[in-house]
């Protein structure tokens, strides 16, 4: 069976969310399709210790604020999870979850958007599936002959889980610093952390606030053709949350370089010096999560789909919110992508005026 609708969104985390809520607000009609069995987008199997950069009131999507959590001014992951289910449930989103989309085709006038559970007619589509389901592991020499463990950001939960062992931690983002910071103050694993570079800690007084100021500005200036800012890249590469600021000032949380190959039982740098470890954590960043266009052939040679905004520059039916600046300054953050999500959506009505 062929379902009818004006818009399909794809991916029922904070996104796809946002862009329901400004979607309902136009009058369209709409579903949202989900492959996550509950709500919480990502946020659901995040590790334990992860905290928000920024406080509830600076952590909201569009017209609902993020309650404060008791005893925390920056909201833990189980608090993101409340929230967005109770958004979800709040504004009455038609959310489908448990139901992978596998392709986007065309179809005349029309998108048809194929899922395992049902297809889809749409006149406009709006994917918001994310990074989370794609992360990214580097072709690193000797990688497939280590006989430890080797798990990335995704699958990491919690200290306890490596209670006793030696553990390297390779990346240095945010989820870098802050796995290799959890484990480093649990007090009973090893850990050695291993950067590309040397880690840039922004300043302490730093947060999500500040970040999506920057992120904004920096398109601004791009969009009105001045001198490209720099960013957030410009502040650092790691907001000094708690907990990795703790580590630091206790001299717990200081990077070696990386290392040249993995070896069966450890790691080894270029001038010969070898490191045992038990696993290997890779917090190596993401890729979009975007198989499910590849009919519409659309990807360039960057991975990326080209945009004007967040509207697909080949294919105007199509808007992606929440991959990364590229669809738009802090777009894959709680309180950058409900702007966005207000744009997209007011494009799309104004397209099917038309049509």
Request: with cysteine; proline share 6%.
């Amino acid at each position: 069976m062929t379902n009818l609708v004006d818009v399909v969104v794809i991916g029922g985390g904070q996104a796809g969310l946002a862009s329901g809520y400004h979607l309902r607000r136009r009058g369209l009609d709409f579903t949202v399709l989900d492959a996550d069995p509950a709500p919480g987008g990502s946020w659901q199997h995040m590790w334990d210790s992860l905290h928000l950069f920024s406080p509830a009131e600076h952590s909201s999507l569009p017209g609902r604020l993020m309650p404060a959590q008791a005893g925390e001014t920056y909201p833990d992951a189980g608090h993101v999870i409340d929230y967005l289910a109770d958004y979800e449930k709040r504004y009455d989103l038609p959310v489908q979850h448990g139901t992978r989309v596998d392709a986007v085709r065309r179809d005349g006038e029309r998108l048809l958007v194929e899922a395992d559970t049902a297809t889809w007619q749409a006149r406009a589509v709006i994917s918001a599936t994310g990074t989370w389901s794609r992360p990214f592991l580097p072709a690193v020499p000797g990688r497939r002959t280590f006989a430890g463990r080797q798990l990335h950001t995704v699958n990491y939960r919690a200290p306890a889980d490596f209670t006793g062992q030696r553990v390297v931690v390779v990346g240095g983002g945010n989820s870098g610093a802050q796995i290799a910071a959890d484990l480093a103050l649990d007090g009973q694993v090893e850990v050695t952390w291993v950067t590309q570079r040397p880690p840039r800690f922004l300043a302490d007084d730093i947060d999500g606030r500040a970040l999506f100021d920057v992120a904004t500005a920096r398109r601004r200036a791009l969009d009105d053709g001045r001198d490209d800012t720099g960013g957030v890249g410009s502040l650092g590469d790691i907001v000094a949350v708690p907990p990795v600021r703790a580590d630091r000032d206790a001299g717990l949380l200081t990077a070696k370089p990386m290392f040249s190959q993995l070896s069966a039982d450890g790691v080894r740098w270029a001038d010969g010096c070898r490191e045992s470890a038990d696993a290997v954590i890779w917090c190596t960043g993401f890729r979009p999560a975007l198989s499910h266009l590849a009919p519409l052939q659309l990807r360039g040679t960057s991975g990326h789909i080209a945009t004007e905004g967040t509207r697909a520059v080949g294919e105007p039916r199509l808007h992606l919110l929440g991959y990364g600046d590229w669809t738009g300054p802090a777009s894959a953050t709680l309180i950058g992508v409900g702007r966005l999500a207000r744009d997209a959506a007011r494009n799309i009505a104004e397209l099917l005026a038309h049509n």
